[in-house]
Every structure is written in structure tokens, then in C-alpha cells.
């Protein structure tokens, strides 16, 4: 206790009233306490189940700093999608046996998955060959008669690879949390599995599946920064002008299919004039950090168009799979990105999701993933991978911007010019939502990063 009293008062009067001191972004030391504070107590996203669709298929990532082990141990879950919340970890009945190790022998503390995915019968650590069934049980160790008697107990748990405390999932994104108390997932997640539910409504056939592999990149910058920036409305038409003013110069003649035109109308759409962003594009937050930047576009705007071939083929299975009104109402959901604090930004709308990892305090890594919708046509999960490549991989003329924009943003804040960073469009002028939550005056409100500094103030004082 004496050693977070001594804490906490370095992070005290850090937030206050519409503006932070920069040290929240730039102190190592506030960093460390965030990895204990926050990521280790908050619901974290892990992956989604399509990731581990078979007994044995396994996924390695990191919680926090944390390196963990998605497996399916067993038999599997015969539906394929969790229909609701729950404890999965106990084997309730959506399914199973998914787990969420971490990534350490219980012997020496090597990393025993090295791999970053694939489908295995026992994990083997590469030191000295302890074996582990993919529930994490130690089965095997060679020289075992070497270990006298009270040193090592194969039976004892304590030398297996241990589960992380709390593993839950919301229809198939799979959540978990290094802390053994704390709220529900369907608590943390409250409004915002709406966000989820709009992703795989859109599937025809109720499901979907990540598919294309990861797109990563890395930028130079606190974690905190894109969670900011995803959701800024203020930014695009400055941060994005090159690719604006090129996609204002593009010949919409030689525009030749769906995916190219994606990329175009995204790029014009992010030049859409102020008093768009403050009429018509809304900003919701929720408790726990969460946000939602809303009607920025629909599909009549954006996306492939109604007149596009695949896509019209999409509506009309939609139609014919769940009635026309309930098609309409599932595709009139205009969500641009739902950002889960502290680990996921996704887009809802164009089936994409990245994972946030902070790796140091200037130092952050990012994982894309795109989804399959089951049961639509195959060339919208090619316009899935399109408008990635268009907007959130490395070499994007949308994407670059934005790395440059943290890069610059790790510079200044580093500087000692002043130490306050203001964030207070918008502030005083919300409303309540009615589902828990806040309505922002408008699309160029800064609440969403002032209701992520208000869950942060809550983590970081152990509230
Ligand atoms: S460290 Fe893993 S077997 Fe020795
Ligand atoms: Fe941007």
C-alpha cells in the first residue's frame, strides 16, 4: 500500500476538466502503472472464435505485455458461434473448451508457442521438452526421475501453463481479463454490443470468420493516440487533404469495379465539409472508454453503392434470408468505428477490426483483421480487403497520415513548451443517450476522449 500511495499521487491532478498533462502520454512510470491497472484488470479483447475453429487450433497474442495462447482444447463447439456472453472457459454451453493461456513453460519460463497460429495435438517447449496438453496440463517431462520427490509434481496444476483468471465472449469475440474480480464482459460491454451485433447481423447466414491474415503496423507513439484519432472528427480533412485532393481528382469514368471505387469514395468522404461532421455525424460514449462515431456515411455514399452488381446480389439474399424489413433495418445501421477500450477499434460496417497493443509508452502495435460474412457473395469479403488496403494498412494513402500525425504528436508532447493538452470540444454540451450513455453535441465533439480519460482516472485510482 505504501508503494501506491507513493503512485498515486504521481498520477494525481494528471486529469482534469477538459484537458491532461502531457506526462500521460510520454511517462514510462505512469505507463507501468496503466499495464497493472488497466490492462490488468479490464476485459481485453483475445480474438474471435473463428480463429480457433477446431479442437488443437490455437492463436498467439499478448494481453497488455502479457503473451498468451487462444486454444480449442477438446471437442469442440459443433454450432460454430457463441450466441451470447458467457464464461466459455468453464465449458458452459456455447461451447466449450476455449482457453486463454499464458505463454510461459512451467519449467524455466520459456515461451512455449512460437508460432503464431496453426492447429497442434500438445504444446512442446523447445528448452528442455516439457509437454502440455492444450488445456495447458503438463503431461510430459523427460528426465522426470532427475526431480526428486516435493520438486516436481506432474499432476500439480502449478506446473502447468496457466489459464488467465477470466475468459468470456460475445458472439464469438472472445474477451478476457488478467484480473479474477471485476465486472461482466456483458457489464464492460453494455451498449456497445450493439456494435457487435450490427458486424454480424450483416452476415446472411448469422456468422462470420476472420479470413486474409493480419495486416500490422507499428507506430512510434503512445497506445492511446489512435484510440483519440479514430474517432476524431476534426482530423480527416486536414491529416488526409493529399489523398482527399487526389481522390477529388480521379475520373469517376475509369473507375472499373467496386474495390477501386471503395477506396475513391472513402477519400472524398473524408473531405466532407465541416458543417457535415457538425449536422450530421453523431459521437456517442459509454462507461468503461467506449465510443461510436455514427452517420458519417452510408452505403449510398460509400461502400460498393446499391448499383454495384455483388452488392445488389448481397441485398437480395439478405432480403430472401431475413425479410425485407428486417434487411433494411440490419444494412440502415450507419456505424463508422466502435472503439472498445482499451484493445479494439472496430468498423461494423466494412467487416474490419484492429487490436491495440502498447508495447512501450512511445511504442505501439496495431493488428488488422478483416471478416468473412457467411453466406454473402465473394467479392465483398475481396471489397473487405480493398478498403483495408485502401484505409488501415501500412502503405494506405489514408493510414500513412495518421502514422505521421502520432509521430509528430510523440515529438511535441515530448517537448516541454507546455504541459497541458486540452480536450474540450464539445465539453458540457452532451446529453444523455437513454442507453447509458452520452450523446455529443456533434460529429467534431472531443467527448470521446474525455470519457476514455474518465474510465482511465477510474482504473489508474483501483475504483
Ligand atoms: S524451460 Fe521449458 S522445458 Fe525447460
Ligand atoms: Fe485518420
Same mark, same amino acid.
Given at each position: ?9 504521481r498520477?494525481?491532478g494528471?486529469?482534469q ?6 506526462r500521460i ?14 490492462f ?11 480463429q480457433?475453429?477446431?479442437p ?7 494481453l ?7 486454444v480449442r482444447?477438446?471437442?469442440g ?12 472457459n468453464? @465449458? ?5 473448451d ?7 513453460c512451467?519449467?524455466?519460463?520459456a ?11 500438445e504444446?512442446?517447449c ?22 526428486p520427490?516435493g520438486t ?13 483468471p ?9 474477451f ?12 464492460f ?11 454480424v ?10 479470413a486474409g491474415?493480419i495486416?500490422?503496423?507499428a507506430?512510434? &507513439? ?15 480533412l486536414?491529416?488526409h ?12 469514368a475509369?473507375w ?6 471503395i ?7 473524408? &473531405? ?19 465510443s461510436?462515431?455514427?452517420d ?9 453503392a ?7 446480389d ?29 484493445t ?43 478498403f ?15 502514422l ?15 504541459d497541458?493538452?486540452?480536450?474540450s470540444?464539445?465539453?458540457?454540451r452532451d446529453?444523455?443517450? @437513454? ?7 456533434n ?9 476514455m480519460?474518465?474510465?482511465?482516472? &477510474?482504473y489508474?485510482?483501483?475504483?
Amino acid at each position: 500500500m505504501a508503494n501506491h500511495s507513493r503512485i498515486d499521487s504521481r498520477i494525481e491532478g494528471l486529469v482534469q476538466p477538459g484537458r491532461v498533462h502531457r506526462r500521460i502520454y510520454t511517462d514510462p512510470a505512469i505507463f507501468e502503472i496503466e499495464m497493472e491497472r488497466l490492462f490488468g484488470q479490464s476485459w481485453l479483447y483475445v480474438g474471435h472464435e473463428s480463429q480457433v475453429r477446431f479442437p488443437g487450433d490455437f492463436f498467439c497474442t499478448r494481453l497488455g505485455r502479457e503473451p498468451v495462447v487462444l486454444v480449442r482444447h477438446g471437442t469442440g463447439n459443433k454450432n460454430g458461434g457463441d450466441k451470447n456472453a458467457g464464461d466459455i472457459n468453464g @465449458g458452459d454451453k456455447n461451447g466449450g473448451d476455449i482457453t486463454v493461456l499464458y505463454n510461459r513453460c512451467g519449467h524455466r519460463g520459456a515461451k512455449v508457442v512460437a508460432t503464431e497460429s496453426g492447429s497442434v495435438r500438445e504444446f512442446r517447449c523447445c528448452y528442455h521438452g516439457w509437454t502440455y496438453a492444450t488445456d495447458g496440463r503438463l503431461i510430459s517431462v523427460p528426465v522426470r526421475q532427475g526431480y526428486p520427490e516435493g520438486t516436481v509434481d506432474i499432476a500439480d496444476p502449478a506446473y502447468g501453463m496457466q489459464a488467465v483468471p477470466r475468459v468470456a465472449s460475445y458472439r464469438g469475440f472472445i474477451f478476457a481479463s488478467l484480473s479474477a474480480t471485476g465486472p461482466s464482459l456483458t457489464d464492460f460491454l453494455g451498449h456497445m454490443t450493439t456494435s457487435f451485433d450490427d458486424l454480424v447481423d450483416r452476415a446472411p447466414d448469422g456468422e462470420i470468420e476472420v479470413a486474409g491474415g493480419i495486416a500490422r503496423h507499428a507506430y512510434r &507513439g503512445n497506445w492511446k493516440l489512435i484510440f483519440e484519432n479514430v474517432n476524431d472528427g476534426l482530423h480527416p480533412l486536414s491529416v488526409h487533404l493529399s489523398s482527399i485532393e487526389a481522390a477529388r481528382a480521379q475520373d469517376d469514368a475509369v473507375w472499373s469495379d467496386g474495390a477501386g471505387e471503395i477506396g475513391i469514395r472513402q477519400m472524398r468522404q473524408n &473531405g466532407a465539409p465541416l458543417e457535415f461532421w457538425d449536422k450530421q455525424v453523431g459521437l456517442w460514449a459509454y462507461p468503461f472508454g467506449h465510443s461510436y462515431l455514427g452517420d458519417y456515411h452510408d452505403d449510398e455514399k460509400l461502400a460498393v453503392a446499391r448499383q454495384d452488381p455483388s452488392f445488389q446480389d448481397y441485398i437480395e439474399i439478405m432480403e430472401a434470408k431475413k425479410g425485407r424489413e428486417r434487411a433494411r433495418q440490419i444494412l440502415g445501421v450507419t456505424r463508422w468505428n466502435t472503439n472498445i477500450y482499451p484493445t479494439i477499434s472496430f468498423m461494423s460496417q466494412f467487416r474490419q477490426l484492429r487490436v491495440i497493443q502498447p508495447v512501450a509508452v512511445d511504442r505501439t502495435d496495431v493488428l488488422g483483421f478483416c471478416f468473412r460474412l457467411k453466406g454473402a457473395p465473394e467479392k465483398m469479403f475481396r471489397d473487405t480487403i480493398q478498403f483495408a488496403n485502401v484505409t488501415n494498412a501500412s502503405a494506405s494513402p489514408v493510414l500513412t497520415d495518421d502514422l505521421e500525425t502520432y509521430d509528430r504528436l510523440r515529438g511535441g508532447l515530448e517537448s516541454g513548451g507546455n504541459d497541458w493538452v486540452p480536450m474540450s470540444r464539445g465539453l458540457g454540451r452532451d446529453v444523455a443517450d @437513454g442507453n447509458g450513455g452520452l450523446q455529443a453535441e456533434n460529429g467534431l465533439s472531443e467527448l470521446h476522449i474525455r470519457n476514455m480519460f474518465d474510465s482511465w482516472s &477510474g482504473y489508474m485510482a483501483g475504483t
